[in-house]
């Protein structure tokens, strides 16, 4: 059972180049997330997925896009990488069924290192 | 979405008990209490959660007072291995929109 699982864990592009991060989870659930995380600070929600073919924004969606075309697999997309975008992003999932009661859980990534140049 | 204070740091020496007290005074009726750990260069880590009273688990205990505008998380007996940040979050399930605070550091010395 791999969990969350995102590719790839470090990546350098210079200013202005274009890539993707990818998140893929095994335990059938249904809301995704990706977040940033800078050096001291908590984490920050960039956008989520409450279902496939579903997005939606959190705190700090500017510069980046996302899909959910397959319910196992959330994209983070970067169009024009700029040097504030430099940051640690953590991708997480939770199940949110019909019986669910309670606060839902995060399974969170390994993190994916990203540098601006 | 409750917001939540907690302190920003705390120190301890192997072996003793560590409790970390987060606030959240504007807590709504159906919202759980839900602590995460996460050491560097990972991601963070459910630990425990709970609506009211005592929560225990092999980890950590999660102690609520009736008017929940509070809560303990209690780590027995930390070792050098517990430190970490520790976040609280408080919200009802439906999973949008969840941010985390700066967290509490812990630092645990010989």
């Known amino acids: 059972n791999a969990g969350v699982t995102q590719t790839p864990k470090f990546r350098v592009l210079k200013t202005g180049q274009s890539m993707t991060l990818l998140c893929a989870q095994d335990?059938?659930?249904?809301?995704m997330y990706w977040y940033r995380q800078d050096p001291g600070m908590g984490l920050r929600l960039i956008h989520y997925?409450?279902?496939?073919?579903?997005?939606a924004k959190g705190e700090v969606p500017d510069g980046y896009n996302v899909s959910r075309l397959k319910k196992q697999n959330f994209l983070l997309g970067l169009e024009s990488a700029a040097p504030s975008q430099t940051s640690v992003y953590f991708c997480?999932?939770?199940?949110?069924?019909?019986?669910?009661?309670?606060?839902?859980?995060?399974?969170f990534g390994a993190g994916s290192r990203l540098t601006v140049l | 979405l409750a917001k939540t204070t907690q302190p920003i740091s705390m120190d301890s020496y192997e072996g003793q008990e560590v409790n970390i007290t987060c606030s959240h005074n504007?807590?709504?009726?159906?919202?759980?209490i839900t602590w995460y750990q996460q050491f560097p260069s990972q991601g963070p880590r459910f630990i425990i959660q709970?609506?009211?009273t005592k929560v225990t688990n092999e980890v950590a205990s999660l102690f609520i007072p009736a008017d929940r505008k509070s809560s303990t998380l209690s780590l027995p007996r930390v070792s050098l291995s517990d430190t970490a940040v520790y976040y609280c979050?408080?919200?009802?399930?439906?999973?949008?929109?969840?941010?985390f605070g700066t967290g509490t550091q812990l630092k645990v010395e010989l």
């Open positions: 504007n807590i709504a009726t159906n919202d759980y």
């Open positions: 335990m059938n659930h249904e809301y």
């Open positions: 709970g609506y009211k």
């Open positions: 997925s409450v279902g496939e073919g579903t997005t």
């Open positions: 979050l408080v919200f009802t399930g439906g999973g949008n929109k969840l941010t």
């Open positions: 997480a999932s939770s199940y949110e069924g019909q019986d669910f009661s309670g606060a839902n859980v995060l399974t």
